[in-house]
Every structure is written in structure tokens, then in C-alpha cells.
């Protein structure tokens, strides 16, 4: 794994200013996806079924406005329950977002430990994270009406014979289940990076094709291909392209706080397994002990690298009621 001579990188720090209904629903501390826009940033957490756009102030991105996800597509469980997004893309005039399209293990409360053993078997599937969306941005940059892949045409049923993942699609993503966290799209392709499984070492992007289905449905114009990148254990928390390349934010897929790092893949040569010497190491990312989890990345066009973070701690909350990003430069 090459690593680069400044692993740190200049870190500067901006505010993204939420209004009072984000704050309410936690959305500026449930981070999960980002993109730059023509004006500002595209965001969206982890915990609602809606995305945000900030638009850049002079000195903060905020003037917030609210987009519901069932406005443009129809959700399989309708609009009120949260579609766990957790990557997006922009590319070719379309704003793309992907849920976690994974299962939910209920947490054990201490302060109920005669339920806890019960709530640990407790596993819920929510039908709004199996999503994969895609919607038109118009001059303005505003979104239309749009086409998603859900229900018996979503991910997890093309997967549902897979070799390698078909054994984890009945477990929760916090368990080393399938866990989609992250969506880059080049020219007509769709890579999709998987957190978990990670199989002994090895994290799994998704490689798609997807088309026009009718009837406002997305569906693969060809099989997906499946590449396997060792990081050492880590699994893939989100995506972002960078010319000819990918960066990919590298994370633990289990309930642990790092070690996070971002790293560089050129996926043009088309290996389906990618060893440690052909990946480089960009940066290490900084996190804390149950809390700043970086969970968002974007490239900007002045060429620095954006993160956000999923939990922030205390001093990355604001007065304002927003949150600090890091901005690196590499």
C-alpha cells in the first residue's frame, strides 16, 4: 500500500448551518452522504427519508432547503419511514442516492438489561433502504421527478445467488451483514462500496450498470461485476471519483471507531481483486472515541477534500445549530 509522504494533510475546518427541523430530527449529527453542487453541497444523513442542499453564504454553506424523497420516487414504504441514505453522486445531469440496503439489529439498553438479551434478537428490515435512486437536476440544479431500483428488482436480489455475499444478506450490516455505504458514478458506470461483509480482509465495490426500466423503475442493463480491495480489514464508507480514479474512505464495519483513512483506486484496469501495492494511502483521517466517525467525502473543484463526520462531538456543534466539516488539503 503506498502511502504518501504527509499523511495528515492541512486540515481547515467550515460550518454547515442546518435550520431548526434538521436540528430536531438530528440530521446535522447523522451525516452520512455529500456532494458539491453548482452553487453549494449536497447532503443527506442517515435517519429521515429526505436530502438537504446547502448553498455556499461567504463564509458558511447554509440557506437550507428540504427535498422528501417521496415527492420524486415512489418508496416501497412510503414516506414516513427513513431510508438510511448513505452515499450520493453526481454525474451526467442526475443526483444519485443510495440506501444502506442493509438489515437492523435492535440495541441492548442498559438501563433495561432484562430486555437486553431480547432486543439483541430482535432483526428489522425496512423496506426504504433498499433503494437505489436516480433524479434528473434540471438548469437550476433542482431535482425531478425520478427512477429507483427497489422491492423485487433492488440490490439485494441480484445478490440474493451471489457466492461471495448472498450468506451475509440475512445478517445486520452491524454484524458484518451487506451494508451498501457509498456510491461514485463515472461516465455510465455505478460503483457501489459495500462497508460489510469484509471476507478476511477484502471489502467488495459493486460494479453497475443501470438504464431506464419503465414505469419510473431503474434495472441493470447488464450483470454487476463484484471487486475485491484489500484494506486491511477495513470496509468501504463512501466514495467519491477524482479524475480517472476513485477515493475511497476506509472504515470499520463493525461498531468501532477506526482506524479511517482515504485512499486512491483506479479502477480502469478492471482487476476484480485489487492487492495492497495498488491502492494508495491519501490520507489518515482523524476520529474520536465514540463519536466523529467520518462517514462523507467529496473531492471540491479547487481540488481539497471534504469530510463529514456521523456523531460529531460537542466541539464540532456550532451556536448556530450547525456542524464542522473538515476540509484537507492534499
Given at each position: 500500500?503506498?502511502r504518501?509522504?504527509c499523511n ?19 440530521t ?8 458539491q ?25 447554509g ?17 414516513e ?11 451526467n445531469?442526475h ?5 444502506s440496503?442493509s438489515?437492523?439489529?435492535r440495541?441492548a ?7 437486553a ?6 432483526v428489522i ?16 440544479g ?17 445478490l440474493?445467488?451471489d ?16 451494508d451498501v ?7 455510465d458506470?455505478?460503483?457501489i ?8 480482509g477484502?471489502a467488495?465495490?459493486l460494479?453497475?450498470c ?21 484494506l486491511r480489514?477495513l470496509g468501504?464508507?463512501d466514495?467519491c471519483?477524482?479524475g ?5 474512505l ?6 468501532l ?13 478492471k ?15 482523524p ?18 477534500l ?6 460529531p462531538?460537542?466541539a ?11 476540509v484537507?488539503?492534499?
Amino acid at each position: 500500500m503506498k502511502r504518501p509522504k504527509c499523511n495528515h494533510g492541512n486540515v481547515e475546518q467550515v460550518e454547515l448551518r442546518f435550520d431548526h427541523a434538521s436540528q430536531a430530527s438530528q440530521t446535522h449529527t447523522n451525516l452520512s452522504a455529500i456532494r458539491q453542487s453548482a452553487t453549494g453541497l449536497w447532503v443527506a444523513g442517515d435517519e429521515t427519508a429526505s436530502f438537504e442542499h446547502l448553498t455556499w453564504t461567504g463564509d458558511h454553506y447554509g440557506a437550507q432547503r428540504t427535498y422528501q424523497l417521496a415527492d420524486y420516487v415512489n418508496l416501497p414504504a412510503g414516506p414516513e419511514d427513513e431510508a438510511d441514505i448513505e452515499g450520493m453522486a453526481r454525474a451526467n445531469g442526475h443526483l444519485w442516492l443510495v440506501g444502506s440496503h442493509s438489515l437492523k439489529r435492535r440495541r441492548a439498553k442498559a438501563k433495561d438489561p432484562d430486555k437486553a438479551a431480547d432486543r439483541l434478537a430482535t432483526v428489522i428490515r425496512e423496506e426504504n433502504r433498499y433503494i437505489l435512486v436516480r433524479l434528473p437536476l434540471d438548469d437550476a440544479g433542482d431535482p425531478g421527478p425520478g427512477l429507483i431500483m427497489s422491492g423485487g428488482n433492488s440490490l439485494t436480489t441480484h445478490l440474493s445467488d451471489d457466492r461471495h455475499l448472498a450468506p451475509f444478506l440475512a445478517l445486520p450490516g452491524k454484524d458484518n451483514g451487506l451494508d451498501v455505504e457509498g456510491i461514485a458514478v463515472t461516465s455510465d458506470r455505478v460503483y457501489i462500496g459495500l462497508r460489510g461483509p469484509v471476507l478476511r480482509g477484502w471489502a467488495v465495490v459493486l460494479e453497475l450498470c443501470p438504464e431506464e426500466g419503465g414505469k419510473g423503475r431503474l434495472r441493470l442493463r447488464e450483470p454487476y461485476r463484484k471487486h475485491f480491495l484489500y484494506l486491511r480489514g477495513l470496509g468501504v464508507r463512501d466514495l467519491c471519483p477524482d479524475g480517472d480514479s476513485l477515493l475511497i474512505l476506509a472504515g470499520p464495519t463493525m461498531d468501532l471507531d477506526g482506524p479511517v483513512r482515504v485512499l486512491r483506486w483506479r479502477p480502469g484496469n478492471k482487476k476484480r481483486v485489487v492487492p495492497e501495492d495498488e491502492l494508495e494511502v491519501v490520507l489518515d483521517l482523524p476520529y474520536g472515541v465514540g463519536c466523529d466517525h467520518p462517514e462523507g467525502l467529496v473531492r471540491l473543484a479547487d481540488g481539497r477534500l471534504m469530510v463529514v463526520y456521523d456523531s460529531p462531538s460537542p466541539a464540532r456543534i456550532t451556536p448556530a445549530g450547525g456542524v464542522l466539516a473538515d476540509v484537507f488539503t492534499i
